[in-house]
């Protein structure tokens, strides 16, 4: 028996789909899986020594996050979104982001700049750490906290899904870097808007999103699949 199983095994129902949600999105958020892979119910329960009946509650939860796409009759799948798909949600991205900025352009408090500052310094923290899918989400999250700085939860319901989706893409198409300029980029664009400078605090995070655009876009091509026991082996222990 794995480590992974026998953990599995003796935890509770609530803690089986917690650990098992867990590895899957820390697995895709690291670039472990492939655009298109299929996730085998068969295989992944015998990865995690879990039923199906947990197994598919967490690839319900995922699909629903847009993390994964479910098919009718044929299962759960990673997702292999086309050029236009990727470009697509990015320049969503762009056109709320930019009235984000615009809206707290030379309007942040000292309380804001203390909770931004301090979630820069969490992202550099997880990239020296080399804990890549805690960088990955922590980069998504700031342009989240900037967005309910601005506009509150309506806004944020609005921005989540597509920064889940770009999170998604550059962990599949560009894993390699990961996200190491990401920290520097947004201490930029905070300085930005604290000095209210609108011109630069735009640029800059036009900039920002463009440049993982079309570095994602460049990279966009399929790569060979894992077998799923050997890509969950460590990630549940």
Do not use: W
Request: hydrophobic share 45%; charged share 25%.
């Amino acid at each position: 028996m794995t480590a992974n199983v026998a953990r599995v095994a003796d935890e509770s129902a609530d803690d089986v789909e917690a650990l098992v949600y867990a590895s899957i999105n820390s697995a895709l958020l690291q670039g472990k899986l492939v655009p298109g892979q299929q996730l085998v119910e068969r295989e992944l329960a015998a990865a995690f020594g879990c039923t199906r009946g947990a197994l598919r509650k967490v690839l319900a939860r995922l699909g629903f996050e847009g993390k994964l796409e479910l098919e009718p009759n044929r299962g759960a799948f990673v997702p292999s979104p086309s050029e236009e798909d990727i470009r697509a949600t990015y320049r969503a991205r762009q056109v709320i982001e930019a009235g984000v900025v615009v809206s707290l352009c030379g309007a942040l408090d000292a309380g804001m700049r203390r909770e931004l500052a301090a979630h820069v310094r969490s992202e550099k923290k997880a990239l020296r750490e080399g804990r890549v899918d805690e960088a990955v989400r922590l980069a998504g999250q700031f342009h989240l906290i900037l967005t309910e700085l601005a506009g509150g939860a309506a806004l944020v319901t609005a921005l989540a899904p597509l920064v889940a989706r770009t999170e998604l893409y550059k962990a599949l198409f560009d894993p390699s870097k990961a996200t190491s300029c990401a920290p520097d980029e947004h201490a930029q664009i905070i300085a930005a808007l604290e000095a209210g400078d609108q011109a630069a605090a735009l640029a800059t995070a036009r900039e920002h999103l463009a440049e993982i655009e079309e570095r994602v876009v460049r990279q966009a091509r399929l790569r060979t699949g894992r077998d799923l026991k050997a890509v969950f082996a460590d990630l549940a222990t």
